[in-house]
């Protein structure tokens, strides 16, 4: 009896332990009359809390705490208005989750998806057909779709500052490093913004890939392009880290945000830092989501533009996320673009359409519009009805030659 007691006594120790030692990460909002730095650490050392980086986009800092400290113990620090978890999530592939709990499909659509599958992976998905040697043309479907060519004598997107708050982007990419600025890694922002992934240098090239008669071409192919390193080489990111990708992008006049990326939840910290960001003048374009379901966050927030994919029969896709909150439709369905590496791969989901729609609006800054609403007025303006209903293709697709 004397063993199982002590026994049970360091289980209880080790227990504890670990419950003292598992940290959670918050992002805690003050007032705008103080600043976070009038905090201080010692107030948060205090409550046992560490910071781990200032967002001074949203007045808010990111800090951890051991899982014992509650939100109404951080709320009662100098000048805090809200705490929220900094959660991490896989922002670009979460669609998978959903698609095995779906309804199941009936035959046809299972075939049909069978077939899709080989093609694609949820709001980003590569191909197995995707040799350069299938791409016979520098001019992929989606860029001609969207009559990008009928733009380039008036508008290439000179000027235009894109940033693809991503994975980060292969700068070294022979279509690519041409139009490649710069950029930051939110994340470790010691290191280059570098793409371990390949789906913010896929986003790239549909958006900026030079015109050289080799490769590929982007919809604007003489727009400055920066690589915003938000999401890890799983896809992976938490809300600090994209916060911290568009407070940068704000701090160094980004025009253009294309963020192909998506979540089913957001938190009021996030759509705080995109409304400040649009506020400054940039345009921020979002993929819908590709669980065929409601548009996923950030694509969901009236401040942004957000994108739904269509096929080359200009249907939608079926893993096409949908509803009001869609503003246009973009080729979304096996895209041939950029890849890591130096590679080409073709790839398919919301997150491929999203920078036709990017790029497009690299060509209206070309043409001297400046703000969030001028941009998206030339393009609603430029827009064609593809026969879809509004909550598939919004104000419908964008053609190029038509942006005045």
């Not at 080729?331 to 919301?350: C, H, I, L």
């Not at 007025?377 to 038509?402: F, H, R």
Request: charged share 20%; proline share 4%; net charge negative.
């Amino acid at each position: 009896m004397k063993k199982i007691g002590i026994l049970s006594a360091i289980c209880f120790l080790l227990t504890s332990f670990a419950t003292f030692s598992n940290a959670a990460q918050k992002i805690i909002t003050f007032n705008y009359d103080i600043t976070t730095k009038q905090t201080g650490e010692k107030e948060l050392q205090n409550i046992d809390g560490k910071i781990v980086r200032e967002l001074k986009i949203i007045n808010a800092i990111v800090a951890e705490f051991p899982d014992y400290i509650k939100d109404s113990t951080i709320y009662k620090l100098t000048g805090v208005t809200n705490v929220e978890e900094d959660v991490y999530q896989n922002w670009i592939s979460f669609e998978k989750q959903a698609l095995s709990t779906a309804i199941m499909p009936s035959v046809k659509e299972m075939m049909t998806k069978i077939k899709v599958a080989n093609e694609e992976s949820p709001l980003s998905i590569p191909s197995l057909t995707n040799t350069k040697e299938e791409q016979k043309s520098e001019i992929p479907w989606g860029i001609a779709r969207v009559k990008a060519e009928n733009a380039w004598n008036t508008t290439q997107g000179e000027g235009a500052k894109v940033a693809i708050v991503d994975t980060g982007i292969d700068s070294t990419h022979p279509d690519l490093s041409p139009n490649y600025v710069g950029g930051y890694n939110a994340i470790k922002p010691e290191l280059a913004p570098t793409d371990e992934h390949g789906h913010g240098t896929h986003v790239a090239g549909t958006i900026a890939a030079i015109k050289d008669d080799k490769g590929v071409v982007g919809v604007a192919p003489k727009a400055a392009i920066y690589g915003v390193k938000v999401l890890d080489g799983s896809g992976g990111g938490s809300y600090s880290t994209i916060i911290a990708g568009i407070e940068w992008c704000v701090d160094n006049g980004i025009n253009v945000i294309n963020m192909s990326l998506g979540g089913r939840s957001s938190i009021d910290s996030f759509h705080k830092a995109v409304k400040i960001a649009v506020e400054k003048g940039i345009t921020v374009v979002c993929a819908a989501g590709n669980d065929s379901g409601a548009v996923n966050y950030p694509a969901k927030y009236a401040e942004t533009l957000g994108i739904s994919a269509s096929t080359s029969s200009d249907a939608i896709a079926y893993f096409s996320s949908r509803g009001p909150e869609v503003d246009f439709v973009a080729p979304g369905y096996n895209v041939y673009s950029t890849y890591k590496g130096g590679a080409y791969k073709s790839m398919s989901g919301t997150s491929m359409a999203c920078p036709h729609v990017a790029g497009l609006a690299a060509l209206a800054i070309g043409l001297g519009h400046t703000t969030p609403a001028e941009v998206k007025t030339a393009l609603v303006n430029a827009s064609v009805d593809i026969g879809l209903s509004i909550n598939l293709q919004g104000n419908g697709l964008i053609e190029a030659g038509k942006i005045k």
